[in-house]
């Protein structure tokens, strides 16, 4: 299996968040995983959308790390910064260059979060790889339509092994099971 891992460190200026696209993009397809046209646009999106913010808002050095996950099929991209601010949404008008950064990485990852780190932050997001199915084929937790609505607010959830796995990638405090 080819290595499917990258983690390395730039600083917060826009020609190295340049550069750190083109390096997460061209890893990803050398890593030879599933993934479309659409997939590696979006995964560009998002890393620049995560660098841009890190470099706008945090300053200094960024860390970037990115892994694909064959078994659960997921791109995992994570971006760690010396800024304790977290990430928020602002309203961006329909002039305005910037502001929209967080709203783009919720729309085109799966999930993404913040987490306070000793020196600053880690921002990360996952995305699908292409073709990927929920495991047996199933709907996820909390996507089930009842009575024509989604059932969100009251699916239960439980945790597979998979996703315990990606849990302990992005948490390394979650317990094992």
């Given at each position: 299996?080819?290595?499917?891992?990258l983690?390395?460190?730039?600083?917060?200026?826009?020609?190295?968040?340049?550069?750190?696209?083109?390096?997460?993009?061209?890893?990803?397809i050398?890593?030879?995983?599933?993934?479309?046209?659409?997939?590696l646009?979006?995964?560009?999106?998002?890393?620049?959308?995560?660098?841009?913010?890190?470099?706008?808002?945090?300053?200094?050095?960024?860390?970037?790390?990115?892994?694909?996950?064959?078994?659960?099929?997921?791109?995992?991209?994570?971006?760690?910064?010396?800024?304790r601010?977290?990430?928020?949404?602002?309203?961006?008008?329909?002039?305005?260059?910037?502001?929209?950064?967080?709203?783009?990485?919720?729309?085109?990852?799966?999930?993404?979060?913040?987490?306070?780190?000793?020196?600053?932050?880690?921002?990360?997001?996952?995305?699908?790889?292409?073709g990927?199915?929920?495991p047996?084929?199933?709907?996820?937790?909390?996507?089930?339509?009842?009575?024509?609505?989604?059932?969100g607010?009251?699916?239960?959830?439980t945790?597979?092994?998979?996703?315990?796995?990606?849990?302990?990638?992005?948490?390394?405090?979650?317990?094992?099971?």
């Open positions: 299996m080819p290595h499917t891992e983690r390395f460190t730039v600083e917060g200026t826009a020609a190295a968040v340049r550069d750190a696209r083109r390096r997460i993009s061209s890893a990803v050398s890593w030879q995983v599933p993934i479309d046209r659409d997939l646009f979006r995964l560009e999106l998002v890393a620049s959308e995560m660098l841009t913010n890190a470099s706008q808002h945090a300053g200094g050095p960024l860390t970037v790390e990115s892994r694909a996950e064959r078994d659960s099929g997921l791109l995992v991209l994570t971006v760690v910064d010396g800024g601010a977290r990430p928020r949404p602002c309203v961006a008008g329909c002039d305005h260059e910037s502001g929209r950064g967080i709203v783009l990485i919720d729309a085109l990852s799966l999930f993404h979060g913040t987490e306070y780190t000793d020196s600053g932050k880690r921002c990360w997001a996952v995305l699908p790889l292409s990927h199915a929920a047996d084929g199933e709907e996820m937790p909390g996507n089930a339509e009842k009575d024509g609505r989604r059932d607010d009251s699916a239960r959830w945790v597979t092994e998979a996703g315990a796995h990606l849990l302990r990638l992005l948490f390394p405090a979650f317990p094992a099971t």
